[in-house]
């Protein structure tokens, strides 16, 4: 976008239930954005927050959980009310690779679903690992089978695929295959585990983070972490980068910009 | 002083720019990278006594011209915040502490445990335009910026700056205000009271409401309130409003101000228009004959 753009107001045009407490919110105009890039969401008279685009291109999408008001708004609203966007904001995923193991945690697949249809479009050979708490919480995974990937599952309870965490699976695959990049987004103790086996294997990393944000643009530091700035340097960072975070995995920042760990 | 040297109350500052308050300095660590960027020093977030989350979102508004920010002075109150102003010290340039509150007692307080953190001056927030009770709500009369200015040097010993508002009839009455009560320097200008709003939703974007204009908007403004202030008053003037090129900050110092902050540029242009702007002016002082930054100062007045 060019500086200045600002927010620009967006119509609903439906909202789809992914699971009992993930919902997909699609809007009347077109965003184009790199996967794992994100948006500005105004939930007019409530908070502003960010959201990564999980459907990128015409009546765009994101795909989000209700975790306060902001979010609790938004998913009572009806097609045809108007929210603000602005954005896309930060630096996403770069396809890198024939072999491409992607690993998707509790809402992470809301980022990364473009991803494994970019990648698997490239002529990529591509796993993808999703996993969530139980089988009615896995997100996106009719998107994931039609896109041509193969497909993992685990969940925490064992409900459906195996029983456990991704990075259980990613373990395993990382054992067996040969992969060229590994592509991740979830829980922030997921991405630190990932991030342990892509040093043990040499398997490149590329992962999003997730911080409390206010500006979006790269000033205020509220999303600060070691320095780097998950709204401008991120979402998305590679290995190189995660492994020089002393706070990855440790601590964020609160809205009052005191040190909180992360739980 | 040669070269981009400059002296401000007694603190050296190896060029002219200083990072601006609020912008990339909720953390130490950020401050340190701006310092290693370029600036030649660095003023904190402004701090208050207790932990403040700020307005919520959206509390940023995106223009060509520039920036309306709402952020409400966020901070993790003075006792957690030091930990970061002992980390930006790391920056090897000189950090200034800035801080605010609701009375005279209260900001001379928050003074003086930010003095304790080894500043080399603090800089009194007596100018946010968005929040209630602070800020330009009690630094917009002569009287109230004196006897706050006069607390705060009665409580700490180094360099006092006062940064004003030119959401007022009369700035120049604000800084000689500031100069009587102690102030060892003025900053100006603070964001210009400002609005934003969404013609499709029929609202103001902010959830404020009203924010503060800062960016290339400002700048004319700022440089003008410079401009008078210096016809008025004898401790150096910080100036700040719309700095993005070395151009912007000579029109500051030509006006008066011996040195400038910037804040908005980083958004604009990314941390790397410190040294940008340090290397133009150099090179204007080469192209036109001029030793230091000192000798250009307030020379427009003529």
Redesign the interface.
């Known amino acids: 976008m060019p500086?200045?753009?600002?927010?620009r107001?967006f119509a609903i045009t439906e909202q789809v239930d992914e699971t009992p407490t993930i919902r997909t919110v699609r809007l009347d105009g077109s965003m184009h954005a790199q996967p794992g890039q994100f948006v500005?969401v105004?939930v007019?008279?409530k908070?502003?927050?960010p959201m990564s685009i999980s459907y990128p291109g015409e009546r765009f999408g994101i795909t989000y959980k209700v975790v306060g008001e902001g979010t609790r708004h938004l998913s009572i609203m009806k097609p045809g009310e108007?929210i603000?966007i602005?954005g896309p904001y930060g630096k996403g995923y770069s396809i890198e690779g024939r072999n491409i193991l992607i690993v998707a945690g509790g809402t992470g697949m809301a980022a990364l679903a473009p991803m494994v249809e970019q990648a698997v479009a490239s002529g990529a050979s591509v796993d993808v690992v999703l996993g969530a708490r139980t089988q009615s919480e896995l997100l996106l995974r009719k998107r994931c089978e039609r896109s041509g990937a193969t497909l993992h599952i685990t969940t925490d309870d064992g409900s459906d695929g195996s029983k456990g965490f991704t990075t259980d699976k990613a373990r395993v695959l990382l054992e067996v295959g040969v992969y060229d990049m590994m592509y991740a987004c979830g829980p922030e103790r997921m991405i630190v585990g990932l991030l342990q086996l892509s040093r043990t294997t040499g398997v490149p990393m590329q992962a999003s983070l997730e911080r409390y944000m206010?500006?979006?643009?790269?000033?205020?530091?509220?999303c600060?972490i070691?320095?780097k700035?998950v709204c401008v340097d991120g979402p998305v960072f590679s290995h190189e980068v995660l492994s020089k975070l002393s706070e990855l995995g440790r601590t964020r920042?609160?809205?009052?910009?005191?040190r909180i760990p992360i739980d | 002083m040669t070269g981009l040297e400059v002296d401000i109350a007694g603190i050296r500052m190896r060029n002219p720019t200083m990072l601006a308050s609020g912008i990339l300095n909720e953390t130490g660590r950020s401050m340190v990278d701006v310092a290693k960027a370029g600036a030649g020093a660095v003023v904190t977030k402004s701090v208050g006594l207790e932990p403040r989350e700020g307005h919520p979102n959206p509390c940023i508004v995106e223009l060509k011209c520039g920036l309306i920010n709402a952020m409400g002075l966020p901070n993790p109150g003075i006792d957690a915040y030091l930990e970061e102003v002992a980390f930006a010290q790391n920056g090897g340039v000189p950090v200034i502490g800035s801080v605010f509150g609701g009375s005279e007692e209260e900001i001379a307080e928050v003074a003086k445990r930010m003095a304790s953190a080894g500043v080399a001056a603090v800089e009194l927030n007596l100018s946010c335009p968005h929040a209630e009770g602070l800020g330009a709500e009690i630094g917009s009369t002569p009287d109230r910026v004196k006897r706050i200015c006069g607390a705060v040097k009665a409580s700490v010993e180094v360099p006092v700056f006062a940064k004003l508002t030119p959401n007022t009839s009369s700035i120049v009455s604000l800084a000689s205000a500031a100069e009587e009560g102690g102030a060892d320097g003025v900053v100006a200008i603070n964001t210009l009271r400002a609005m934003a709003i969404c013609p499709e939703l029929g609202r103001p974007i902010l959830s404020n409401r009203f924010g503060g204009l800062s960016g290339e908007a400002v700048r004319a403004v700022g440089v003008r309130c410079v401009y008078e202030i210096f016809d008025t008053v004898t401790v150096p003037i910080i100036g700040v409003g719309g700095v993005t090129t070395s151009k912007d900050a000579l029109e500051y110092i030509m006006a008066g101000a011996t040195a400038v902050q910037m804040g908005t540029a980083v958004w604009s242009d990314g941390p790397g228009v410190f040294s940008d702007v340090c290397d133009g002016i150099g090179k204007f002082m080469n192209a036109n004959g001029y030793e230091s930054v000192e000798e250009m100062k307030g020379i427009a007045h003529r």
């Open positions: 500086i200045g753009s600002g927010i107001a500005m105004w007019p008279g908070d502003e927050f108007r603000g602005r206010k500006c979006g643009i790269g000033i205020c530091d509220s600060a070691d320095g700035h920042m609160s809205p009052s910009g005191g």
